[in-house]
């Protein structure tokens, strides 16, 4: 497994399956009008010893928007619940295949954590290879995962969560606020990709959450994240991911912002993005300028960015 490639196979995990560095998560999550449970789902079927990682429960409790990034020392003591620390080596998969999963990828990399993958293709890719599943949840694993969003609550009550075993490290230029966002719209420094539907995206199709208006971020160019999966939901070839970035105009050695509705499928773009250059994922500001990759950034607080329709 090497520290930069963002994924791991289904085969691979089999194999390292139970060492005891190696903890898994489920951090399936789904659309609203999907009308699916990834708690009651985990409980029925997940892979042998993963616990569930709640992508709604983990957040910023101090705000009522969606999926914004928790404080450090909330997520270092939902992770801690968890029974993960510094040295493990985190799998992250969803129940769709790729579509949340980056999400959590993402979390642990912007809080210090590198050494954390996505399992390739997800569940699916898992139980079309025919490895074991789980088919109940045993008394811990419901335990830690409640103790996880506990954790979470009592930080943002300002309370000491107990047996801290997982210490962050923000990494602040991988994090884009709304007051970034804007100011970058006059600058154009650096370049933003929209992970939507394209529909959503042009302002024709409407967003999934009440109250929302479709459209875009001035300046925005967007390349919906299913185009970065073959038929199994596994993630493209370097080459041909490089190609659909391009096919768009982005410039992957030049600074990218990525965007969404939450800040889930954003992810997905993030990851690609640097499996496709197949180089490390660094955590500089200027590496555009020396050769190397440049950083990926994931924004958060866009639902409150006036957005540029193409509806006049």
Same mark, same amino acid.
């Given at each position: ?20 560095? =190696? &903890? ?66 985190? =799998? ?53 995962? &409640? ?6 609550? #009592? ?12 210490? #962050? ?18 600058? &154009? ?7 939507? @539907? ?16 479709s459209g875009h971020i001035p300046g925005t160019k967007c390349v ?40 889930? #499928? ?5 990851? @690609? ?22 950083? =990926? ?13 193409? =509806?006049?």
């Amino acid at each position: 497994m090497a520290q930069d490639d963002p994924v791991v196979s289904a085969q691979w995990l089999q194999q390292h399956l139970g060492q005891p560095d =190696i &903890k898994v998560l489920d951090a399936s999550w789904y659309m609203p009008q999907e009308s699916r449970d990834p708690w009651q789902e985990y409980q029925v079927a997940h892979i042998p010893g993963a616990l569930f990682f709640d992508i709604d429960g983990i957040v910023n409790r101090a705000t009522d928007l969606p999926h914004m990034l928790p404080s450090e020392e909330a997520f270092a003591a939902a992770v801690s619940a968890l029974g993960i620390n510094n040295h493990d080596k985190v =799998i992250v998969y969803d129940g769709k295949g790729f579509f949340s999963a980056p999400r959590v990828w993402w979390m642990f990399r912007v809080l210090g954590h590198d050494k954390v993958w996505v399992l390739d293709g997800g569940f699916p890719q898992w139980q079309a290879s025919g490895f074991n599943i789980a088919s109940s949840c045993p008394d811990d694993a419901v335990l830690k995962s &409640k103790a996880a969003n506990n954790a979470v609550e #009592t930080a943002y009550n300002g309370k000491l969560a107990n047996a801290v075993t997982f210490q #962050t490290e923000f990494r602040p230029q991988l994090f884009w606020t709304l007051e970034k966002v804007k100011q970058n719209v006059a600058a &154009k420094a650096h370049q933003v990709v929209d992970a939507r @539907a394209k529909g959503r995206f042009d302002g024709v199709m409407p967003e999934p959450r009440e109250g929302v208006r479709s459209g875009h971020i001035p300046g925005t160019k967007c390349v919906p994240f299913p185009e970065m999966f073959d038929g199994a939901q596994t993630l493209l070839p370097a080459d041909e991911l490089s190609k659909k970035f391009e096919q768009e105009g982005i410039l992957l050695d030049h600074p990218i912002v990525v965007t969404c509705g939450s800040g889930v #499928t954003a992810c997905i773009l993030a990851l @690609a993005s640097i499996e496709s250059v197949s180089m490390t994922f660094q955590f500089t500001t200027d590496l555009g300028q020396n050769g190397k990759r440049s950083p =990926i950034m994931i924004t958060q607080k866009l639902l409150q960015l006036p957005l540029k329709s193409t =509806i006049l």
